[in-house]
């Protein structure tokens, strides 16, 4: 069965940091990756999608990069958070041919002090 | 810009009742279209899905409408249960890599 592994959790860093959530997929091959974010309040915003190995779509101009290093790997990097950076943040997976459900990550709650 | 949208923030239903959510889309080439359920700090978990080729998909106790003239698509929970209790997202995809999700609507299932 496939799963889905995000970590960390929770993470508390100050203004200026810099930042690296990790996501892996198991189970699959070639899967349809996803960067989300929830801002308090909000619905989810979709910040980043890969469809292979170093192809990267960003959705919104941001303080954020992804990058796919490896087939099932996905990781959301930022050189120097900003306050309004603060926020949970969910990977996802989709499989890459078809119409599917997505399948997410426990998320990691991200608070810029 | 907002291609799906949920324009009830909250919806509170009393256990045994039927909760119906709502949610509508601008864009007409979404042809599959989902509901996910979410808990606080947790990822959002896949309830139902439809095809546009379709109008009605039942799983047990959670339906799913659409409504393709008037780009609009619904979910009745009936009975609504205490576990319903959560933040439940529409989301849409027009055969292409995204998923573009509404801003959520929190049901509360009062006993």
């Known amino acids: 069965s496939q799963t889905i592994h995000q970590w960390p959790a929770t993470l508390v860093q100050p203004v200026g940091s810099p930042l690296s959530l990790e996501c892996t997929v198991e189970?699959?091959?070639?899967?349809?990756l996803y960067w989300y974010r929830q801002a308090a309040g909000r619905g989810l915003q979709l910040l980043f999608y890969?469809?292979?190995?170093?192809?990267i779509s960003s959705e919104v101009p941001q303080n954020l990069s992804a990058s796919r290093p490896q087939d099932r790997q996905f990781i959301l990097s930022s050189k120097k958070l900003l306050l309004s950076d603060s926020g949970f943040y969910l990977c996802?997976?989709?499989?890459?041919?078809?119409?599917?459900?997505?399948?997410f990550g426990q998320g990691t709650r991200l608070t810029v002090v | 810009d907002q291609q799906v949208k949920q324009n009830s923030p909250s919806l509170s239903v009393q256990e045994g009742r039927i909760s119906i959510l709502n949610c509508d889309y601008t864009?007409?080439?979404?042809?599959?279209f989902l509901w996910y359920k979410k808990y606080p700090a947790e990822g959002p978990t896949f309830l139902i899905s439809?095809?546009?080729?379709?109008d009605k998909n039942e799983d047990g106790r959670f339906t799913v409408f659409l409504n393709k003239s008037a780009k609009h698509l619904s979910l009745h929970i009936v009975p609504s249960q205490p576990g319903d209790s959560a933040v439940y997202f529409c989301?849409?995809?027009?055969?292409?890599?995204?998923?573009?999700f509404g801003a959520g609507t929190t049901v509360t299932v009062r006993a």
């Open positions: 996802a997976w989709r499989p890459r041919l078809g119409n599917t459900e997505a399948f």
């Open positions: 189970g699959t091959s070639n899967p349809n």
């Open positions: 890969s469809v292979g190995i170093g192809q």
């Open positions: 864009n007409s080439m979404f042809d599959y």
């Open positions: 439809i095809s546009s080729i379709k």
């Open positions: 989301a849409a995809s027009a055969n292409d890599y995204k998923l573009s």
